[in-house]
C-alpha cells in the first residue's frame, strides 16, 4: 500500500488530489482522508486517467456520484464487515 513513510509530513488534500490525478495515489493527508477511488489502500483501485481526471474537472454533485462508484469499486474488493465512513455535505440542507 502506498501509504506515507513514518514521519513523513502528510500533503493536504489539495496536494493529494494532485498527486492521485497524476497517478500516485497516497494516504493518508492532513485531513486523515483516503484518495478518493481507494488506490491508495488498494492499487487494485486506481481509477483510470480519464476517470480522474473527469472526477477533478467535476462538479461537487459529480463528484459525490463518483465516490459513490468508487466505493462500490472497493466493495466488491474487501470484506463487507469493514468500517466504511463516507463524507460530505447533507444533502437534506439547501445551503
Request: glycine residues 8%; contains cysteine; proline residues 11%.
Amino acid at each position: 500500500m502506498p501509504k506515507l513513510p513514518e514521519g513523513a509530513e502528510r500533503p493536504s488534500p489539495d496536494e493529494q488530489l494532485g498527486r492521485w490525478l497524476a497517478g500516485d495515489p497516497i494516504c493518508p493527508n492532513t485531513s486523515d482522508e483516503c484518495c478518493p477511488d481507494f488506490s491508495c489502500c488498494n492499487p487494485k483501485l486506481l481509477s483510470e486517467p480519464l476517470v480522474r481526471k473527469a472526477f477533478m474537472q467535476g462538479s461537487q454533485g459529480e463528484r459525490e456520484a463518483w465516490l459513490g462508484v468508487f466505493l462500490g469499486a472497493a466493495i466488491q474488493v474487501w470484506k463487507t464487515d469493514k468500517k466504511v465512513h463516507m463524507a460530505g455535505r447533507d444533502p437534506t440542507k439547501t445551503s
